[in-house]
């Protein structure tokens, strides 16, 4: 018998709740043991629910309980959260999660944490919701050096970006929708200004790369200057606005990982994804492109990841489960600027000083565009060779980078 422990009952805490319950003979034949829930940490009380009888309020009673193999992190944040995976830990339990933000922040130390603890740190839910990828990047792909990973991380901006695309809303109403719908907080910064993706990328070229990459290290641009000129002008050049995670290996090792809103081509895999779905394309030396496709946010797909890491977590009592990177480095991110590519440009400026400050330009049009509004695709050039255009250019601008 393995004893689990669930801290939070958010969303995400009581779908592992309901999904360990529900499947409890397929999980146990996984396992080749049963799972049994036996305690859930939560400061509210939920006398209604069916799990009543199994809410503590103490973190301590869960730490001082040797009969508890595995704990599920599902608080958030990287204060609480923390201090008790690191109890956990420390007490010699497993600690499975879906904290994005702490992984990112913190993944590192935990990681090291867990391995002189003789237990496992695991976190598959933390990137791209019910979708594997963590399990695939370390084990499935193990063989390849990862030349690049690139996404649709983040569920509420690709729901937002689709609405203004599908429907014509404006940034501010299909904002508004996700948060009518439940899919994007009431703050929805992280999601918005690319924090959560950035996360996302952070943990993936850890992960792929050999050593922690923190979210300060990545250049991050969210979605909110977006406009629906942008969309119409994407479209007429057949491409669709995605807010896209890279991670790339350069020559000579480094690693170049930024978050930004992209122009993407409709025949590019990326462009079908649509709503609150995510995709992720990872590219191997040997195996070549890889894509995986899923829901990347939600109660029970992120249950199913989280679960999936219990089951790991069980089957590793003896032989234990480690998954492992590096330490950080300050030089081990290249500033995103030096990637060349083809960018979009829409500028407050006439078409001859366009052709003037960036030559040939292939010029793009959109129904009601007012007069002085010119938008074009360059060929590819790097960051700051784009802003030395625009500064000749001169007037107001707003730039894309087109995904070759
Ligand atoms: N806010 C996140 C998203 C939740 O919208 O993708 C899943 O990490």
């Given at each position: 018998m393995v004893n689990v422990a669930i801290l939070g009952y958010g969303v995400v805490g009581s779908g592992v709740a309901e999904v360990l319950t529900e499947n409890a003979n397929q999980i146990g034949r996984k396992a080749e043991e049963d799972i049994r829930l036996k305690y859930i940490l939560d400061v509210r009380a939920f006398p209604d629910s069916p799990f009543a009888s199994r809410f503590v309020q103490d973190f301590s009673v869960i730490e001082n309980d040797p009969d508890v193999d595995i704990v599920v992190e599902t608080i958030g944040g990287a204060k609480v959260a923390k201090e008790f995976t690191e109890r956990a830990l420390k007490a010699g339990k497993s600690v499975v999660t879906s904290n994005k933000e702490l992984v990112a922040e913190h993944g590192y130390d935990l990681l090291q944490l867990a391995e002189a603890n003789g237990v496992s740190y695991l976190f598959?839910?933390?990137?791209?919701?019910?979708?594997?990828i963590i399990r695939p990047l370390n084990q499935c792909l193990a063989a390849n050096e990862i030349e690049e990973i690139c996404g649709i991380l983040n569920g509420t901006t690709n729901y937002i970006l689709t609405r203004m695309i599908r429907a014509g809303l404006t940034f501010e109403a299909a904002l508004k929708e996700a948060q009518q719908n439940g899919y994007?907080?009431?703050?929805?910064t992280a999601d918005i200004e690319g924090h959560d993706a950035c996360r996302k990328i952070c943990i993936l070229s850890s992960l792929a790369f050999g050593r922690h990459i923190y979210p300060k290290q990545v250049d991050t641009q969210g979605i909110t200057k977006i406009t629906l000129a942008d969309v119409a002008y994407a479209e007429s050049c057949g491409c669709k606005i995605k807010l896209l995670g890279r991670a790339i290996r350069l020559e000579g090792g480094q690693l170049c990982a930024y978050v930004a809103p992209h122009l993407v081509?409709?025949?590019?895999?990326?462009?079908?994804?649509?709503?609150v779905f995510n995709a992720i394309t990872v590219k191997g030396n040997a195996v070549g492109d890889v894509m995986f496709y899923g829901r990347g946010a939600g109660k029970r797909p992120t249950a199913s990841a989280v679960v999936a890491d219990v089951v790991d977590a069980a089957k590793h009592r003896k032989t234990k489960k480690y998954l492992h990177w590096g330490p950080g480095a300050e030089d081990a991110v290249a500033p995103a600027g030096g990637l060349e590519s083809g960018w979009y440009v829409r500028a407050e400026a006439g078409a001859e000083a366009v052709r003037s400050a960036f030559g040939e330009v292939s010029l793009l049009a959109r129904a009601g565009a007012p007069g002085g509004e010119t938008a074009f695709l360059t060929g590819a050039m790097s960051g700051p060779a784009l802003e030395e255009k625009l500064a000749k250019l001169g007037g107001a601008h707003f730039a894309l980078r087109v995904l070759d």
């Open positions: 598959e839910a933390s990137v791209g919701g019910g979708i594997p994007a907080e009431q703050d929805p081509h409709g025949e590019n895999p990326l462009a079908g994804v649509e709503d």
